[in-house]
């Protein structure tokens, strides 16, 4: 037979005194009421255009000082947030599974979804738009009221378009630096989608990084194309390009999340690596 704790058999045996009683429910409510803190990262609906809104997950726990990195998910920009239960990754994308790797690194990590009028048709021919650019400048708004740190816009594959895209149009600023990985530099075979110098990148004035793996195979992300990229900064203070070996456990297409081209098994090593660029340039030193 199981016993009772020992306070219950005393409580048993003996008559409380009301205080007691009193006392005692007290704890009992107290520790019925309990509820751990909210999570850090939640997903947040934010108003961006008249009528349109964007969700993201957020994650705040690096504190009121943090820089503020917002990451662009590649391929057609669609996290599907309304549909994520909140375990787990949503997708796949390299930024979108590593984004505990940046707020670890003391970092505001946000991970915008496409807005309300494009979750059918997704950021494609849409990603260097006034309209995104807009809604961005909304979110880095939305994410002021947790940190006053400096903003800095990260995009991955298709996402470096977004990066680079809305960094030209924002009005100076606005964005302290800009890191594209696994840059797109040319069209698909096709000729139908869009590529990184689709975006103004000579309005682009702040600290660029360009992190790619040298074995990407994507055909349309070829590492050798970095150097001609980097001199087409030309008002940037600097375009430093870094490059990457390693990894391994490749899964799927050369131009997927699970390979070369989304960092398949270096993850943390590339994201400690951006955040230490993020903090430099974050502390005025030179990137």
């Excluded at 006034?130 to 961005?136: K, N, P, R």
């Excluded at 070829?222 to 870094?242: E, G, Q, T, Y």
């Excluded at 997927?256 to 943390?268: K, V």
């Excluded at 660029?277 to 030193?285: E, L, M, P, Q, R």
Aim: glycine content about 10%.
């Amino acid at each position: 037979m199981v016993r009772a704790p020992i306070f219950f058999n005393y409580f048993e045996r003996n008559a409380m005194s009301a205080f007691t009683r009193l006392l005692f429910a007290a704890l009992l409510a107290v520790t019925a009421g309990y509820t751990s803190a909210v999570a850090a990262e939640r997903v947040e609906t934010i108003p961006t255009r008249t009528g349109i809104t964007v969700k993201a997950i957020v994650n705040t726990e690096a504190g009121a000082a943090a820089p503020i990195v917002i990451l662009f998910p590649g391929g057609d920009g669609l996290v599907k947030l309304d549909d994520w239960d909140g375990k787990r990754n949503p997708t796949s994308n390299f930024l979108v599974r590593t984004r505990k790797h940046f707020t670890r690194n003391g970092l505001l990590a946000a991970v915008p979804d496409a807005p309300s009028d494009r979750q059918s048709d997704g950021l494609e021919q849409w990603r260097t738009s006034a309209e995104h650019a807009a809604d961005i400048a909304a979110v880095i708004t939305h994410l002021r009221r947790y940190s006053k740190g400096p903003v800095f816009l990260i995009g991955t594959s298709r996402g470096t378009i977004s990066a680079a895209g809305v960094a030209a149009q924002l009005p100076p600023g606005t964005v302290a630096g800009v890191i594209l990985t696994a840059t797109v530099t040319r069209t698909n075979r096709g000729g139908d989608k869009q590529r990184i110098e689709d975006a103004k990148l000579d309005n682009i004035r702040v600290p660029v990084l360009l992190a790619h793996h040298e074995d990407d195979a994507c055909d349309v992300t070829p590492f050798s194309d970095l150097p001609a990229l980097a001199r087409k900064f030309v008002n940037a203070p600097s375009a430093r390009i870094k490059g990457y070996t390693g990894g391994g456990n490749y899964r799927g297409s050369e131009c997927g999340a699970i390979s070369a081209h989304g960092f398949r098994d270096i993850e943390r090593q590339v994201v400690d690596d951006l955040a230490l660029w993020i903090k430099t340039v974050a502390a005025g030193g030179k990137p």
